[in-house]
């Protein structure tokens, strides 16, 4: 089984930039595809981004969608997630998440089973 975890998150400016990577450990990292989920306080856990096995197909979250693109290397058994023009409401601990297929509920949260530990990324104004 895959093992994930995050890193890069922190603080920044609304208006800037962050780039999210998860680095994986363990069994074959192509044969998963990944996802980014998110979680603020006392809110559910939201679908920001995913990409298939192979990296041909992407697809976003309405929250993110136009500012934040999703991309993996194989090679190097990462998936990067990078986030442009933030907002306060991008505030939240961002998970890395994996699954053996994508399917039409890539964004449901309940249908990976592999999850990183999280990292927290804090917009300030």
């Known amino acids: 089984q895959v093992q994930l975890v995050e890193y890069g998150g922190g603080l920044v400016q609304a208006g800037g930039s962050l780039r999210l990577s998860c680095a994986a450990s363990?069994?074959?990292?192509?044969?998963?595809?990944l996802g980014w989920f998110r979680q603020a306080p006392g809110k559910e856990r939201e679908f920001v981004a995913a990409?298939?096995?192979?990296?041909?197909?992407?697809y976003y979250g309405d929250s993110v969608k136009g500012r934040s693109t999703i991309s993996r290397d194989n090679a190097k058994s990462t998936v990067i997630l990078q986030m442009n023009s933030l907002k306060l409401d991008d505030t939240a601990v961002y998970y890395c998440?994996?699954?053996?297929?994508?399917?039409?509920?890539?964004?449901?949260?309940?249908?990976?089973?592999?999850w990183g530990q999280g990292t927290q990324v804090t917009v300030s104004s």
């Open positions: 998440a994996g699954r053996f297929w994508l399917a039409s509920d890539y964004y449901a949260a309940a249908r990976y089973s592999i």
């Open positions: 363990g069994r074959t990292f192509s044969n998963y595809a």
């Open positions: 990409i298939s096995r192979s990296g041909d197909s992407t």
